[in-house]
Each structure stands twice: as structure tokens, then as C-alpha cells.
């Protein structure tokens, strides 16, 4: 049973070390406290303890431990604690801003979680050694007490960084067994919750604490068995039962001997640690050398690789070495395998177009007149550059595109004449990087690219760069070719197509309608799919005799709440000839645009606008012959220019929305009369 306790110590230290200790120097750890903590403490509280004879100095005081929250947990985390001083922490653990490092597998880790909490009641259960009454208390004690400590830990997290976090539930749940097993058959079950609760508390504000002083402890061993050891142990005299201690003291007394006890394996614990360890420091390194933490200690501490550690292995020499014409070894049947086949073929793609780069540059340096006669007659714009950024080609076509003549750009800096400023620590970091490792990102590939005129407009290029080798140094070459007229032509097409396609998916809609109501429905919702706009309402006038518009029911509200107020007044509104924006449609009889309507004098509804954050506006009218029988009118929650174009589809739809108004009107006409002759 001892022996257990002593190898759960041991195995405590090595989560606080890992990934970072030699396997030797965790061995000599081992064996250290094997021989020499654990043995000492274990003599000062339970020396004696089953034979009936005290013989140990803090057992005689009546120090009390029931199943090893300062034996076990509290002795291996404080010889961690002095093991993670001397080692320090994992490369990269504490960069700014502090970096977590994540867990391998986290449901393996809830899986060992479970397996702790089951033997765990075997640990607590197992230490009874004569009142076996008092075992079912003892298990629901420390259950209880695991309970809390993870409700508690859970709480935390989730206060402290916004969402529940599992790690932070697993070491709560820990610390609440460390805590309960000083004193599980000395509490009751209320008791036993506040001990576990005061656990996982006592946890996570000593990880917090841990991480301000940038101790690197992996599994938390120092706040869940240490200091929540510590807790246990004292809270077994501040909350547990006198009568059930059988050490004759009251409770300040006993705190003072838990206090002491506590003190007393800290001091030996850690202080012997401390300074054994950190002379063995200094003729073992206790500590792997950062090439062999980067790789990692299942291959540098015992051997051991992976196929996925192989191919990286075999990646990272491509990458080193430059040379893409050897392929990876593939591991059959396998995901790693799987990866290394589209390399490969990744690879073959690299190599095609290396070759063919070369090709082309190879038949570039053989005809160097010819060359310079492609280049000066070029449509593309041609820009060649040396390593230090510096201009040594401009053709012709580079100075239309950019604004700079020839005798101007050559031998100046290439980056403050055409990059854009957002871009120019890129282009330089790019040049010094090549410059170093004969790779670049850009290269021998066609890209989209923003760039500066003469003038200080940016436009938009299709560029590809090629490097060049001329002896020890480079020289690169940029072929550009400005796609300002390409971009502008295709937004238009795409725009014309777009309006086109909603006059299109407008007339079917309304056509399909069997109502005007329905039909200019559909028109609103479409209208206002297309624009993005939220609010969108029709008028209509009773016959062409009106003078005023009266305001529908109809209305498209991308959220009815927000604009309520507003549709309230407008159906208390009426509008004639000239007045507000559907009064100007109804007395221009065409389609009216409003940028901001809210500064408009002449726009009624300019007050409960501003209020309500709608901006911009345009209606437009529906006509049946000459006059205007409809108005459709469209917001925006923001300014907008005017759109020429728009007005004059809008005018079409209206011209559409006019015929299906005149057919619906006719085809009701008919069936009044019908029913009248019927009649």
C-alpha cells in the first residue's frame, strides 16, 4: 500500500516536468524521493501508525492525515515545485502574451479523470484500517468533495475567461480528492463539500498565480496536490468532527499542528529538493537542449519516431534544401500516406513549373537582343529590380501604366515609386528574405495586386515575377499589366446583368400574381433583395382626377419592430403633387432620387427618419398611359449617390408594373360587368 503512495508521488512530478526533463534526470527524481522525502514524511506522520506505537515527532503531536494530502500530494507537489524553479519552462510557454499550450488529447485526459476518481475511493476507502462502519462515509465524503471542487472550478473558468473549460474542471475535480483525503472519515457530508469546494477555489487561483510568476507546471501539479493538500489538511481541524479526532486538542490547537505539519513537509520537501537538485544541476543537465524539445523527447530521449514525425522530416528537407525533385516515401494504407501522395503530387506540379521557368529564362539569356526587343515592344509592362529593390528595366508599357518616364525610375527605388505604403515593409522583408535563403513567396506565380500610380491612385495589376540567378546575386523580373479598363468593363456587366435579371424575375413575379396587391408585393420584395435596402412602401391614386396618393398597406420591413413608427406615420400621411418624395414622382412622372433624406427641406418625414437611421431614398412611378396611378418608394439606413442607371430600370419595372395594373383593373372591370348581365 506504501509502496503505491510512494510511486503516486513520483508519478505527481513527472506531469509538472514533462516535456521538458531528461528521462534520466526524472529517474534520478524518482529514485531521490523514493529514498529520501517521501520515506521521512511518511515516518513523521504515520511512523508507527499501525502497529499502535506513534513514533513519529508530528504524529505524536496529534498531526493527523488520513490518506496522504501531505504525505503524497502535498510532498510531490513541492518537490516539483523545486524541480520546475531549476528546469524552467517549456520554450514558447510564456511568450507575450501568454501562451497556453494545449493538451495532447483532451478526452483521453477526461478518461484518466475517471480512472482517478474509481481508485481514488480505493485510496481513501483503502486507508481505513480498523472501524470499517465508517467506509461508506468515507466514499461519500470524497465524492461530495470531488463534486464541489468541479462545480466550483467550472464556475471560475467560466467567469474568468468567458466559456467553461474542461482542463480547468478535471484539476478542480483533482484538487477536490487531494483536499478530502486528509480528513475523509472526520467529516460530514456538508463539511466535506466546503473542503472540496474550498479545493478547486484554492486550484484555480494558484494556476492564475502560477502563470504571473511564469512557473511552468503542465499537469497543475502544485495547485491541485500541493496547496490543495495544504487546504485539506488544515480545513481537517478548522471543519472536521473533535470527537472523531482522538488527539485530546482543541480545535485552534489542532489547526496549529496541521499548520506545522504542513510547514514541516514543505520546508523538508521542497528545501532538500531545492538543493539536491540544484547541485545534481550542475553536473547532469536535468534539462533536454531546445533542439530536443523542439523534436520532442519520444524521439530524442528513447528513439521512438512516427510516420507522421518522418514525412515532416523528409517535408522540412525540402524546404531546407530546395531541391523538390526527390519525392516523399509513402506509408501505405495510412492517413500519413494519404498526405505524402498529394504532396507528391504537389511536388511534380512545383517541379513543371520550375522547369518551364527555366526554360523560359534559359532562352531569355541566349537571345538578349531579341529579348530587349520584346521587352521595348511589349503590351505588358516589364520591370526588372535588383535585390536591393533598385529599378534596372522599364519598358515603355511600364511607363503608361504607372506614370513614371524611363529616365526617371531607372536606378531608383522600386518601392517608394509604384508599392503602396500598407505594403512596402512586406515588399522589403521579401527582398532581405530571398536575399538569405534563395526562396520567396511571390515568385513564379500570377497574381492580383494593388499598385501606385505617378499620380498617387492605387489600381489594380495582374503581375508575375520571375527571379533570376546572374552569378552570386539575383535580379527579378515582373511582367505587369494593368487591369484597371478589365475590372471596370467586367463590374459593369456584372451589374447590367444583375439589373437586367431583376427586371426579368420582377415581371415573371408580377405576371404570376392574381392580384395587384400580390404583384406589387412581389415587386417591393425583390426590389429590395437586390438593393439591400430595408424599407419599401407603394401609394396609389384612387383615379387620374386625384390629387393626393394614399398610402397602401403595403410595405416590405426587413424588421417590422424598428420601423413601426415610421410606418405609422406614413399611412397617416397623404402626399400631393410636389410634396415630399412621392409627391415630386407623382409631379415630375418620373423616378426621384434622394441621397439623405434627412437633410431634405422637402421631405415631411425627415424628423422620423433621422431618428429611426434611414438615409438615402428613391421612388418611382407606375404609369397607365400618361398618368401616374402607383408610386413605389425604397430606404436605405445609409447615404447613397445617386444611381442613374437604377432610376432607369426602375422606370422599366414601373412601365411593367403599369401594364399588369391596366390588365388586373380590366380583367375586374369584366367581371363586374359579367355579374351585372348575370344578374
Known amino acids: 500500500f506504501q509502496l503505491t503512495f510512494c510511486g503516486t508521488a513520483t508519478t ?8 521538458r526533463m531528461r528521462f534520466g534526470g526524472y529517474l534520478i527524481i ?26 513519529g515527532w508530528l504524529q505524536q503531536m496529534g498531526f493527523l492525515d488520513f490518506a496522504g494530502a501531505t504525505v503524497v500530494h502535498s510532498t510531490a507537489g513541492w518537490v516539483a515545485l523545486a524541480a520546475i524553479l531549476i528546469i524552467g519552462p517549456r520554450h514558447g510557454r510564456f511568450t507575450t502574451p501568454c501562451k497556453t499550450i494545449k493538451g495532447h488529447n483532451l478526452p483521453l485526459s477526461a478518461l484518466g479523470l475517471f480512472l482517478l476518481s474509481v481508485g481514488w475511493l480505493g485510496f481513501n476507502g483503502g486507508s481505513i484500517t480498523s472501524d470499517s462502519q465508517s467506509l ?58 466546503l473542503v472540496g469546494a474550498g479545493g478547486g477555489l484554492i486550484c484555480m487561483l494558484t494556476t492564475r498565480l502560477l502563470e504571473h510568476w511564469r512557473l511552468d507546471d503542465v499537469i497543475g501539479a502544485i495547485p491541485t496536490h500541493a496547496c490543495a493538500g495544504v487546504w485539506g489538511t488544515v480545513a481537517l481541524a478548522l471543519l472536521g468532527n473533535i470527537e472523531e479526532w482522538g488527539t485530546g486538542h482543541d480545535r485552534l490547537t489542532q489547526v496549529g499542528v496541521q499548520l506545522t505539519g504542513s510547514l514541516s513537509c514543505f520546508i523538508w520537501a521542497f528545501g532538500v529538493s531545492f538543493l539536491v537538485l540544484r547541485i545534481l544541476h550542475q553536473f547532469v543537465p536535468l534539462r533536454v537542449s531546445p533542439e530536443e524539445e523542439h523534436l520532442g523527447l519520444n524521439m530524442t530521449e528513447h528513439g521512438e519516431s512516427t510516420a507522421l514525425l518522418d514525412l515532416l522530416g523528409e517535408m522540412d528537407a525540402h524546404r531546407a534544401g530546395g531541391d523538390f525533385s526527390q519525392t516523399v516515401s509513402i506509408e501505405p494504407h495510412t492517413e500519413v500516406g494519404q498526405i505524402a501522395t498529394e504532396y507528391n503530387r504537389v511536388l511534380n506540379r512545383v517541379n513543371d513549373e520550375i522547369q518551364n521557368r527555366e526554360h523560359a529564362i534559359q532562352a ?8 530587349r526587343l520584346i521587352i521595348e515592344h511589349a503590351l505588358d509592362g516589364i520591370i526588372g529590380i535588383n535585390l536591393e529593390g533598385i529599378v534596372t528595366t522599364w519598358n515603355p508599357q511600364a511607363a503608361n501604366i504607372f506614370g513614371w518616364p524611363q529616365e526617371r525610375i531607372i536606378g531608383q527605388s522600386l518601392t517608394n515609386a509604384i508599392i503602396p505604403p500598407q505594403y512596402r515593409k512586406a515588399h522589403a522583408e521579401g527582398l532581405q528574405r530571398f536575399a538569405a535563403t534563395k526562396q520567396g513567396t511571390i515568385v513564379n506565380q500570377r497574381l492580383t495586386l494593388t499598385a501606385l500610380h505617378h499620380h498617387g491612385h492605387e489600381f489594380p495589376i495582374e503581375l508575375t515575377i520571375i527571379p533570376i540567378s546572374q552569378g552570386s546575386t539575383y535580379s527579378f523580373y515582373a511582367f505587369v499589366r494593368d487591369l484597371t479598363e478589365q475590372q471596370r468593363t467586367e463590374e459593369a456587366l456584372q451589374q447590367e446583368t444583375n439589373l437586367m435579371q431583376l427586371v426579368q424575375h420582377v415581371a415573371i413575379a408580377a405576371n404570376e400574381a392574381t392580384s395587384v396587391n400580390e404583384a406589387f408585393q412581389a415587386s417591393l420584395d425583390r426590389i429590395c433583395a437586390f438593393t439591400g435596402w430595408p424599407v419599401a412602401h407603394v401609394y396609389f391614386r384612387e383615379d387620374e382626377q386625384a390629387i393626393n396618393l394614399t398610402p397602401s398597406t403595403l410595405w416590405h420591413l426587413d424588421n417590422p419592430e424598428d420601423f413601426h413608427i415610421f410606418r405609422k406615420l406614413t399611412q397617416q400621411t397623404t402626399f400631393s403633387a410636389g410634396v415630399g418624395l412621392p409627391g415630386r414622382v407623382l409631379e415630375r412622372k418620373r423616378a426621384v432620387w434622394i441621397s ?18 434611414i438615409r438615402g431614398g428613391f421612388a418611382f412611378p407606375v404609369m397607365i398611359g400618361n398618368a401616374v396611378m402607383s408610386i413605389l418608394e425604397f430606404f436605405s439606413r445609409s447615404v447613397e449617390p445617386p444611381n442613374p442607371r437604377l432610376l432607369d430600370i426602375m422606370e422599366i419595372i414601373g412601365t411593367q408594373l403599369g401594364r399588369v395594373l391596366e390588365r388586373k383593373r380590366g380583367e375586374l372591370a369584366r367581371q363586374e360587368s359579367d355579374a351585372r348581365i348575370r344578374g
Open 596 to 613: 439623405d433624406i434627412t437633410q431634405d427641406p422637402n421631405f415631411p418625414r425627415a424628423h422620423m427618419a433621422d431618428e429611426l437611421g
Open 364 to 371: 531569355l539569356q541566349e537571345n538578349r537582343d531579341e529579348i
Open 136 to 193: 461508506p462515509l468515507v466514499l461519500v465524503n470524497t465524492t461530495l468533495a470531488s463534486s464541489a471542487a468541479g462545480i466550483i472550478a467550472l464556475v471560475y473558468a467560466w467567469r474568468a475567461t468567458g466559456r467553461p473549460n474542461a482542463i480547468s474542471v478535471i484539476n478542480g475535480i483533482l484538487a477536490g480528492l487531494v483536499a478530502i483525503t486528509a480528513s475523509a472519515p472526520f467529516m460530514t457530508p456538508a463539511t466535506s463539500l
Open 30 to 55: 524518482a529514485l531521490f524521493v523514493s529514498a529520501g522525502i517521501y520515506p521521512v514524511i511518511g515516518h513523521w506522520i504515520w511512523g508507527g501508525k499501525f502497529e499502535g506505537h506513534p513514533s
Open 12 to 19: 505527481i512530478i513527472s506531469g509538472a516536468v514533462a516535456e
